[in-house]
């Protein structure tokens, strides 16, 4: 099949971004494809990809702006096309309204004008997006009415396309959100791009992987490793907004040292996972699924984390406790820390591409006869 992915950008960086390059690599040697994004960052000018890469400016766009995309679609005659990561709402409008067009759903973006179904005071939303909800989430009421209606627009464009979400979290979220239940498949994702005989780049150490913010729950992690008595090094693995905060914390620290690295490479942060005794996991916003927790995971590294949105769908059990409370966690870090796991989890690519591909004939089953599907 000739398959054309969409995508808002390709970075080096990030969950949702790497799951979408092992879809591209999944398919490879069985499909023709082809990427089209509206940018491409300096850190990904490196990357191989499996597919012909096509720039069109206005998909990285996360407010309304045109995007010429039927020349491309007349030229590449896709079979199926696969949307990733895109926030325009008229590109998404634009995929509603044509056959053989298929949505991966990342995060609560379509569905939640805020954090992630994680309220201003502090607490897991569990209702579903209406005015009335989701002003209290906002201080500056005509942002929030801008914000609301980009999101109000995205959902109406959704609820006409067939989507696939990481787990089943998700789904339960959309279909909240009015999504038909018929249209959403799950295709949970595996690990990609790791090389599990790379060596411990330094002595064991507690690690963090993600953004370096308030929804990561990366100040909770620090709390808790204080609280845990735990003797090694707490390793943070990534940036964001907190980054500073965090670097002068560690250059004050007493005790075992608090390290952070920065965003590393995918080879790094393969020998960071060797290293690990344990992964610290406390996402204050309601996780879509978790990569990073899979991933540690496969490397026979405990996962001490809350449960927090698609987390327990993974997580194998002990180091998983309540939302929010910082104690709890640090006891289970202190419990569990440098116990290797036996029974790894079992996220095969084969399944999820092989779902992807039936998905993809059922696209072009519907779109038959349709020149430019």
């Known amino acids: 099949m000739r398959i054309l992915h969409v995508a808002d950008r390709l970075p080096g960086r990030g969950g949702a971004y790497t799951w979408m390059r092992g879809i591209l690599d999944g398919l490879d040697g069985h499909h023709e494809q082809t990427l089209v994004v509206g940018e491409v960052a300096a850190d990904a000018e490196s990357l191989r990809l499996p597919a012909r890469?096509?720039?069109?400016?206005?998909?990285?766009?996360?407010?309304?702006?045109?995007?010429?995309?039927?020349?491309?679609?007349?030229?590449?005659?896709?079979?199926?096309?696969?949307?990733?990561?895109?926030?325009?709402?008229?590109?998404?409008?634009?995929?509603?309204?044509?056959?053989?067009?298929?949505?991966?759903?990342?995060?609560?973006?379509?569905?939640?004008?805020?954090?992630?179904?994680?309220?201003?005071?502090?607490?897991?939303?569990?209702?579903?997006?209406?005015?009335?909800?989701?002003?209290?989430?906002?201080?500056?009421?005509a942002y929030f009415g801008e914000v609301l209606g980009l999101t109000e627009r995205r959902l109406a464009a959704v609820r006409r396309l067939p989507v696939t979400v990481l787990s089943r979290y998700m789904r339960a979220e959309l279909v909240a959100a009015g999504v038909p239940a018929s249209s959403i498949h799950v295709v949970p994702p595996f690990v990609h791009d790791l090389d599990f005989s790379a060596r411990a780049d330094?002595?064991?150490?507690?690690?963090?992987?993600?953004?370096?913010?308030?929804?990561?729950?990366?100040?909770?992690?620090?709390?808790?490793?204080?609280?845990?008595?735990?003797?090694?090094?707490?390793?943070?693995?990534?940036?964001?907004p907190l980054r500073a905060e965090l670097e002068a914390e560690a250059a004050l620290a007493k005790g075992p040292p608090l390290e952070v690295l920065g965003w590393v490479e995918r080879d790094r942060l393969a020998a960071l996972y060797q290293r690990a005794g344990a992964l610290i996991f406390p996402s204050r916003?309601?996780?879509?699924?978790?990569?990073?927790?899979?991933?540690?995971?496969?490397?026979?590294?405990?996962?001490?984390?809350?449960?927090?949105?698609?987390?327990?769908?993974?997580?194998?059990?002990?180091?998983?406790?309540?939302?929010?409370?910082?104690?709890?966690?640090a006891r289970?870090?202190?419990?569990?820390?440098?116990?290797?796991?036996?029974?790894?989890?079992?996220?095969?690519?084969?399944?999820?591409?092989?779902?992807?591909?039936?998905?993809?004939?059922?696209?072009?089953?519907?779109?038959?006869?349709?020149?430019?599907?």
């Not at 963090?208 to 929804?215: C, D, N, P, T, Y």
């Not at 984390?305 to 194998?316: F, Q």
């Not at 690519?349 to 591909?357: H, K, V």
């Not at 038959?368 to 599907?373: A, K, L, N, P």
């Open 53 to 141: 890469l096509v720039v069109r400016e206005g998909l990285e766009s996360r407010t309304p702006a045109p995007v010429e995309l039927d020349e491309l679609v007349a030229e590449v005659r896709p079979h199926a096309v696969h949307l990733h990561n895109v926030m325009n709402p008229v590109v998404l409008e634009w995929a509603a309204a044509r056959p053989g067009r298929l949505l991966t759903v990342q995060d609560h973006r379509y569905f939640c004008p805020t954090r992630g179904k994680w309220t201003l005071d502090g607490k897991v939303c569990l209702r579903a997006m209406s005015r009335e909800v989701c002003t209290t989430c906002f201080e500056d009421q």
């Open 202 to 240: 330094g002595p064991p150490c507690v690690l963090f992987v993600g953004r370096l913010a308030e929804s990561k729950g990366v100040r909770d992690a620090v709390k808790a490793w204080r609280r845990s008595g735990v003797s090694l090094p707490l390793v943070l693995a990534g940036t964001g």
């Open 285 to 329: 916003w309601q996780e879509p699924f978790g990569i990073v927790g899979i991933e540690a995971l496969s490397f026979g590294v405990p996962v001490v984390a809350w449960e927090s949105g698609a987390v327990h769908e993974w997580h194998p059990g002990p180091g998983l406790v309540h939302w929010g409370d910082v104690g709890a966690l």
């Open 332 to 373: 289970a870090l202190g419990k569990y820390v440098g116990r290797r796991l036996l029974l790894l989890p079992r996220y095969e690519r084969d399944e999820a591409i092989g779902r992807l591909t039936v998905l993809y004939g059922r696209l072009a089953g519907r779109a038959t006869g349709v020149r430019g599907v």
